[in-house]
Antibody
Framework: QLQLQESGPGLVKPSETLSLTCSVS??????????WGWIRQPPGKGLDWIGD???????YYNPSLKSRVSMAVDTSNNQFSLKLTSVTAADTAVYYC???????????WGQGTLVTVSS | EIVLTQSPGTLSLSPGERVTLSCRAS???????LAWYQQKPGQAPSLIIY???GRATGIPDRFSVSGSGTDFTLTISRLEPEDFAVYYC?????????FGQGTKVEIK
């Protein structure tokens, strides 16, 4: 059974960089059939797509975040990561990592991790 | 960017009732690029419907979808207690991928 688990600081100061890692177990991140993505959910609100990446390094980012976001893959540890620079309170959200199918839906999700941006 | 507007915001229903959730798009796209997710309190969303009619693994056939163009519908034919949740539509036909704001189905 595939499992994804987010990890990283729960509190980030304004203007600093948010860094999260998603650890994948029960399947390989180097599968040719899947992308790996990040989606966030501000408290009490809906879902926002951040971006997806393929293990080879191909990335797709939400244009609204493109100047601040980067994603990377660590195949040796079966992990992928998210960095979001220059954060503000508007970046406070539960951050989910997820597997994206070839059909572009997200079929497996991590449990999510709350990141609060505050001084 | 395709904006998805879901209505109503909240539905208060009883088990056994039929429910229809609407997802309206700001631009036309094919239903094969639409998905629906269910989210229960404190949990991650889970995929329930993908494409024009595909149900995710383990999703019962009381869940169905219809629509085309800019108007799409998720129907639950007979609400079970485990169906009370928030439902989100998502389009993946164009970038950025976007989600609706969600419809909450609560117990009356």
């Amino acid at each position: 059974q595939l499992q994804l688990q987010e990890s990283g600081p729960g509190l980030v100061k304004p203007s600093e960089t948010l860094s999260l890692t998603c650890s994948v177990s029960g399947g390989s991140i180097t599968s040719a059939y899947y992308y790996w993505g990040w989606i966030r959910q501000p408290p009490g609100k809906g879902l926002d797509w951040i971006g997806d990446m393929f293990y080879s390094g191909i990335t797709y980012y939400n244009p609204s975040l493109k100047s601040r976001v980067s994603m990377a893959v660590d195949t040796s540890n079966n992990q992928f990561s998210l960095k979001l620079t220059s954060v503000t309170a508007a970046d406070t959200a539960v951050y989910y990592c997820a597997r994206r199918t070839s059909g572009s839906t997200y079929d497996y999700w991590g449990q999510g991790t709350l990141v609060t941006v505050s001084s | 960017e395709i904006v998805l507007t879901q209505s109503p915001g909240t539905l208060s229903l009883s088990p056994g009732e039929r429910v229809t959730l609407s997802c309206r798009a700001s631009q036309t796209f094919s239903s094969k690029y639409l998905a629906w997710y269910q989210q229960k309190p404190g949990q991650a969303p889970s995929l329930i419907i993908y494409g024009a009619s595909g149900r995710a693994t383990g999703i019962p056939d009381r869940f169905s979808v219809s629509g085309s163009g800019t108007d799409f519908t998720l129907t639950i034919s007979r609400l079970e207690p485990e169906d009370f949740a928030v439902y989100y539509c998502q389009q993946f036909g164009s970038s950025p991928r976007t989600f609706g704001q969600g419809t909450k189905v609560e117990i009356k």
